[in-house]
């Protein structure tokens, strides 16, 4: 901001005024009425070929500065892109647990209703017997 503040007042265009200073950090452009016999500061404006180097300096670093702008929002969709696949990839990985699950679930359900219908029968559970 001080940066801008500064090349906007150097790309201002060439002037002459009379400023007053009636206190501390204190100026206007009419006389001090408590304070008559201040003379006024003169202040002079740069001369136009520093205004025109000013302008192209200026214009150089605005460019730079929407390079970076490009390349920081180029940067965050890429890592948006990246969070939303990564998203993805997570939710069809629960999907993919929680239909295993159920499918478990199914086979024991299924295990118990052959039980309940043939108890005789026999069944072999992998991992029981070792």
Known sequence: MKVFLVLLALLSTSAYAQVYKCAPGQYQQDPCPHKPNIRPMVINDIPRQQQIAAQQRWAIKKEEIEREDAAKAEAWDRE??????EAKVAAAWFQADAVQRAAQALEVRNEIEIYKIEPWRWTFYPGYFY
């Not at 948006?80 to 696949?85: D, H, N, T, V």
Request: aromatic share 16%; proline share 0%; hydrophobic share 50%.
């Open 80 to 85: 948006r892109a990246f969070r939303i696949e």
